[in-house]
């Protein structure tokens, strides 16, 4: 049976969402456990209508199938590239990290918080990913837009849209809370910006997200404005769709009431 990474593979891997999915991915993971044809991807070529009823949601295929992946690999030697400490817990060793300003343990059984709360799927999908990718040597120091990078003009739009935007708009008139919500997640200011706030915050070790915060201006008409950078090396440490997630995540956690 193909993986939820075979099918994957066969897609343009853009997220141009003509399937009705919003990521590749999820249609990959629909199409694993059955709620999704194949066909319903324009760019995979000779694919059936066959459709079953699926047994569980996309995210938690996918979850599952990635826990899978974790009980082969060595946490203990992955451990320094991403940053993390290799600890012993209930399930035998775990790898403990910072995961927006919070320890997170990920073993081979679950992916949970310091109070043994199982974090959520598409978070655990995210861990996961990072974990795999393994880490690979040090970041360049050098900060980046998203458009710098591959294939990245159609979600160039997804971030302005969920991440930008989003903050832009939460924090308008108040770029204090801003810098105050960041620095409550391990964010450290970053001195001599051009912008009225700048903060980078590490969402991971080793995927952190700098953040410039222009206030608006009532009387010229200006509105507030938002960009994220990325480390130039960032597609050594997650893919580019789970890097989109991670600024999401960031801008949920920071203007979460």
């Known amino acids: 049976m193909e993986t939820i990474f075979d099918i994957l593979k066969q897609t343009k891997k853009d997220n141009c969402g003509q399937c009705g999915y919003p990521t590749c991915m999820a249609f990959a993971a629909a199409v694993h456990t059955g709620g999704c044809a194949k066909s319903a991807c324009p760019y995979i070529k000779g694919a059936t209508d066959q459709v079953k009823e699926p047994v569980q949601d996309p995210e938690t295929a996918l979850a599952k199938e990635l826990k899978q992946k974790v009980k082969g690999l060595d946490l203990a030697q992955r451990a320094k590239g991403l940053g993390a400490q290799i600890v012993e817990s209930e399930h035998g060793k775990a790898l403990r990290l910072r995961y927006l300003g919070r320890d997170v343990y990920i073993s081979s059984e679950r992916v949970y918080s310091d109070d043994g709360t199982e974090l959520e799927t598409r978070d655990?999908?995210?861990?996961?990913?990072?974990?795999?990718?393994?880490?690979?040597?040090?970041l360049s120091g050098e900060w980046v837009g998203l458009e710098s990078f591959p294939n990245?003009?159609?979600?160039?739009?997804?971030?302005?849209?969920?991440t930008e935007e989003k903050v832009a708009r939460h924090f308008a008139g108040r770029p204090q809370m801003f810098l105050?919500?960041?620095?409550?997640?391990?964010?450290?200011?970053?001195?001599?910006?051009?912008?009225?706030?700048?903060?980078?915050?590490?969402?991971?070790?080793?995927?952190?997200?700098?953040?410039h915060f222009w206030d608006e201006d009532k009387?010229?008409?200006?509105?507030?404005?938002?960009?994220?950078?990325?480390?130039?090396?960032?597609?050594?440490?997650?893919?580019?769709?789970?890097?989109?997630?991670?600024?999401?995540r960031l801008a949920e956690t920071i203007t979460q009431e």
């Open 124 to 138: 655990q999908i995210l861990l996961y990913n990072y974990l795999f990718f393994g880490g690979k040597g040090d």
């Open 152 to 162: 990245s003009i159609s979600k160039v739009v997804t971030l302005k849209r969920y």
């Open 180 to 211: 105050e919500r960041c620095q409550a997640i391990d964010g450290v200011n970053v001195p001599d910006c051009q912008a009225d706030a700048c903060v980078t915050v590490p969402v991971l070790p080793k995927v952190p997200i700098q953040l």
């Open 219 to 248: 009387e010229d008409g200006f509105p507030a404005e938002v960009k994220a950078l990325f480390d130039k090396r960032a597609l050594d440490f997650l893919d580019i769709e789970s890097l989109i997630f991670a600024a999401e």
